[in-house]
């Protein structure tokens, strides 16, 4: 056990990829687990499919907010991490466009929940969890991964959720609590992560430089990955916002207890996708070869280890769902042996889509998420109004489907045209 300890903090991929798992499993693993089933007895029926919408409906801005930066912004800063008038021109530039892009989507989202009738019914859920938008824009994973100090935000983050936790079983009581539970989970980030990026600002403040024409720069060098990262986050997003304007009530909680789940382990994926562009990036410009092994091995752990877990999802779902409500639940059982398999599906995508993004066109993996996008939207406004949850847990999976298959395509004509 020592030895494999041993290997995976020698490792920097592997190192830092259990780093980036045990900072996402912290912020979505533990409060799936501890926060959401202590909400799901406390709040009662409805209202928690109502705050799952309303995360869900301001989540879907993050990726503007983000801007690609979660993939480019580290590895910019690993190129010049001797170097502190880059790094501070670099923390400059980053914060310059989120918070630029951040003003931007909340004057629009003030907008949407004033003037549409269904959200501006819940005026006040939804503007407090506009504080989540604030946290994104604050949240500087990105800066400590680039300088290699992720286990350092990893204890910020475990602050972040332990503090979440006790604030929302002290003050969370009653059904009419509900409003308040977003604005907790935003102001404890904000105040958290303030902290944590000023850490490492204050010391670097003399480099800090704000340039409206190295702004644009970021703007244009970002674009395409933004747009990846766009279409990637709405085909997911988007579902239980879609589902939100045709359901509610017990039919909406049903979907979220089952996503939820679902997205633990997705996330999971996404931590690995994040840390596996660099890493492949670097092998490319060494040798094609090694890059391609490297990938060819993530693939056949992925298919190892979350073939198990989609096993798992699939037949222990009556009992995954007691755990996670504590109360028998067979309609959200039936929607989590639908999404089970979709994790698998996922994660299968990861070294795929990887090998796009690096042998061929970010370009062209943007307009084969723009078609999966548009499949999982058509989709849902087709099978949500006749079989309701049953009809967007069935489209999710399809979609993930439809997006393996469509980058496996590629790569393989892409190989012939490229040989």
């Known amino acids: ?25 912290i912020s979505f693993v533990v409060p799936y687990l501890l926060i959401n089933p202590y909400l799901i007895r406390t709040l009662g029926e409805g209202q928690f499919g109502l705050i799952s919408f309303s995360v869900g409906f301001v989540s879907l801005f993050f990726p503007f907010v983000e801007y690609g930066f979660m993939l480019t912004a580290p590895r910019d800063l690993a190129l010049h991490q001797n170097n502190q ?14 918070i630029l892009l951040g003003s931007i989507c909340v004057f629009i989202l003030l907008g949407l929940i004033f003037f549409e009738k269904k959200l501006a019914s819940n005026a006040i859920l939804h503007c407090f969890s506009l504080t989540l938008l ?26 972040v959720n332990i503090l979440f936790l006790l604030l929302i079983f002290s003050l969370i009581r009653s059904s009419s609590d509900y409003l308040y539970v977003n604005l907790i989970q935003g102001l404890v980030g904000i105040s958290i992560y303030l902290i944590a990026l000023l850490q490492i600002m204050l010391p670097l403040w003399q480099y800090l430089r704000f340039s409206w024409k190295k702004i644009i720069l970021e703007l244009k060098k970002g674009f395409f990955i933004f747009l990846t990262n766009l279409l990637h ?48 990036f670097t092998l490319k410009q060494t040798s094609y070869e090694l890059a391609n092994t490297f990938l060819k091995k993530l693939f056949m752990g992925i298919f190892v280890s979350f073939g198990l877990v989609s096993s798992v999802l699939f037949w222990q779902s009556e009992s995954i769902i007691y755990i996670f409500t504590g109360k028998f639940n067979s309609d959200a059982a039936e929607l989590l042996r639908i999404l089970a398999f979709s994790s698998l599906v996922y994660a299968l995508s990861v070294p ?9 066109s970010s370009k062209v993996f943007s307009v084969i998420l723009l078609a999966v996008v548009i499949f999982n939207i ?4 087709y099978a949500i109004p006749l079989y309701g949850a049953k009809g967007t847990a069935t489209t999710l999976l399809l979609t993930e489907i439809f997006f393996l298959t469509l980058s496996a395509s590629y790569i393989f004509i892409a190989k012939k045209i490229y040989k």
């Not at 008038?85 to 989120?98: D, R």
Request: hydrophobic letters at 50%; a positive charge; aromatic letters at 16%.
């Open 85 to 98: 008038a880059t790094i501070g021109e670099i923390i400059s530039n980053v914060l310059g466009v989120k």
């Open 1 to 25: 056990m020592k030895n494999i300890l041993k290997k995976i903090l020698q490792n920097d991929f592997l190192s830092n990829t259990f780093v980036g798992i045990f900072i996402r499993g």
């Open 134 to 159: 604030l946290v994104q824009i604050l949240i500087p994973s990105w800066l400590y991964q680039g300088l290699g100090s992720l286990r350092k935000f990893a204890i910020y983050t475990l602050l």
């Open 378 to 381: 058509s989709s849902n406004l």
């Open 352 to 360: 795929i889509s990887q090998k796009i993004l690096v042998f061929y």
């Open 233 to 280: 986050f709405l085909f997911i997003a988007s579902n239980i916002v879609v589902l939100g304007f045709f359901v509610e009530g017990k039919d909406l909680d049903n979907y979220s207890y089952a996503e939820k789940i679902y997205m633990i382990f997705r996330i999971i994926s996404g931590v690995i996708y994040q840390m596996a562009y660099p890493k492949a």
